[in-house]
């Protein structure tokens, strides 16, 4: 399954992931994308990271390892296109259109724990538990 990661679950993840949370990113179901600039926000945060997780700088960079092999960064050029219809989605939540341009481009959902993004039909947007159970659901052979 190809979802889109949104910032904050990733933070949240590196901060203090659930047990559910870490199985999804750690998933052989699932393949995760999210915007390139993603990275330069986790570089631009890590003193903040570092403080909340109590981690090393090492251990930080390990994790910015598992993140580049897990999660497929995509170019702003490659979803621009999108960007237009992305904004008509949510005009007053901007931050999150590029999360919305490659859930277009890709015609695939969002994982996000914000309620406000599910006030849209446009992408389907599943929060942790939804997609947990959707994970089991399709790992789990039918009788």
Known sequence: MLIVIDANELFSLLIQGSKSSKEIFLSKNIELVAPEFL?????????????????????F???????????????????????????????????DAPYFAIALMLNCPIWSEEKLLKRQTKVQIFDTKELFDKLNSISQPSN
């Open 39 to 59: 990275l330069n926000e986790l570089a631009n945060n890590k003193e903040e990271l570092l403080f909340k997780t109590h981690r090393t700088e090492d251990e």
């Open 61 to 95: 960079s390990e994790l910015l390892s598992v993140f580049k092999d897990r999660v497929k960064l995509i170019p702003e050029q490659d979803f621009c296109q999108f960007m237009p219809e992305a904004d008509k989605i949510f005009p007053k939540h901007t931050k």
